[in-house]
């Protein structure tokens, strides 16, 4: 794939250097809001436009309005969601793709703090617009 062809490839290594900081300052055990409220202290830190906790609008006709939200919203592109368990599932891929797909966006990074060595998942949405 030709580096043009990466979505918000700047904007997404930016991201993953934070969440290196984060898993290199805490280690893996740590809960989700801990987590959360370090990676939200960088984001102010280094100017980022974000939005934690956002709500995702209903996916079907009379699903109760604010029922999903994620993580992080940033600079209004990528959706981060942090999750500290023993191991990823094919639900948390899923519930990451449900997200991308009823906010409209590309580009989704998916990680576990409680891995031993953080490895973030770039998940990605091809019908989006943006």
């Known amino acids: 794939m030709e580096d043009n ?3 918000h490839k700047q904007l997404s290594y930016e991201i993953n250097g934070l ?4 898993h290199n300052e805490l280690g893996k055990y740590c809960n ?3 987590v959360g409220d370090l990676f939200e202290q960088f984001l102010m830190k280094n100017g980022y436009k ?3 906790e956002k709500v995702v609008p209903p996916l079907f006709e009379n699903e109760k309005p604010g029922r ?3 993580d992080f919203l ?3 592109k990528v959706v981060v969601e942090l999750k500290t ?5 094919r639900e948390d891929y899923y519930q990451l793709r449900r997200y991308l797909k009823a906010l409209n966006l590309k580009l989704g990074i ?3 703090f409680q891995s031993e060595y953080l490895a973030p998942k770039r998940v990605l949405n091809s019908m989006a617009k943006r």
Do not use: D
């Open 19 to 22: 969440l290196f900081k984060v």
């Open 74 to 76: 940033i600079e209004g």
């Open 85 to 89: 368990k023993k191991i990823l599932t």
């Open 32 to 34: 989700e809001k801990q």
């Open 68 to 70: 999903n939200r994620v």
């Open 5 to 7: 062809k990466i979505i």
């Open 50 to 52: 974000y939005e934690r």
């Open 110 to 112: 998916l990680v576990n």
